[in-house]
T-cell receptor, first 114, second 111 residues
């Protein structure tokens, strides 16, 4: 079974631009969560989607948004990029999320904002 | 108070020893707990999950949970240099749809 895939793997953008990251979960997994990982803050929860619905959201500004499609693939968008948005963005999938949330992570997208 | 706290380490143990990693959490209603391992430059991988008080063993790994003390631990027996990584404790919140990660403990196993 193929693992979680994320595209692109690397991105370089400038301040003020916007970016869209994509995540394809493991086949059969319907829950997708997004995380931001930085050396200073560790893994920070962004949001979780299940059946095209956002069920929870972390403490990030509204510039960070996401969506999930009917095939469970998910995208996240960051608008008006800031230098501090430079990070590794990880997506993780699980069968249904919730309490039994054994997650499997993709390789991540490394975003650099100049 | 952070929602999930771990000692950042580094924790250094000799090969063959037991490594003990600890984690405390603040959400008393949490019911699901996980340990992930992250090698440098790689994404986290799930190694253990635990939902009930007590011990859960899987090979060289034992997870321990004490909900009354809001404490989770991971023991690695017969530690190997290949176990050198950052270990992340993760807790699902009371609502069930948000997983909070600790900052991680760096483990070094010396050959």
């Amino acid at each position: 079974k193929a693992g979680v895939t994320q595209t692109p793997r690397y991105l370089i953008k400038t301040r003020g631009q916007q970016v869209t990251l994509s995540c394809s979960p493991i086949s059969g997994h319907r829950s997708v969560s997004w995380y931001q990982q930085t050396p200073g803050q560790g893994l920070q929860f962004l949001f979780e989607y299940f059946s095209e619905t956002q069920r929870n959201k972390g403490n990030f500004p509204g510039r960070f948004s996401g969506r999930q499609f009917s095939n469970s693939r998910s995208e996240m968008n960051v608008s008006t990029l800031e230098l501090g948005d430079s990070a590794l963005y990880l997506c993780a999938s699980s069968v249904a999320g919730g309490s039994n949330n054994e997650q499997f992570f993709g390789p991540g997208t490394r975003l650099t904002v100049l | 108070q952070k929602e999930v706290e771990q000692n950042s380490g580094p924790l250094s143990v000799p090969e063959g020893a037991i490594a003990s990693l600890n984690c405390t959490y603040s959400d008393r209603g949490s019911q699901s707990f996980f340990w992930y391992r992250q090698y440098s430059g790689k994404s986290p991988e799930l190694i253990m999950s635990i939902y009930s008080n007590g011990d859960k063993e899987d090979g060289r790994f034992t997870a321990q949970l004490n909900k009354a003390s809001q404490y989770v631990s991971l023991l690695i027996r017969d530690s190997q240099p290949s176990d050198s990584a950052t270990y992340l404790c993760a807790v699902v919140n009371t609502g069930g749809f948000k997983t909070i990660f600790g900052a991680g403990t760096r483990l070094f196993v010396k050959a």
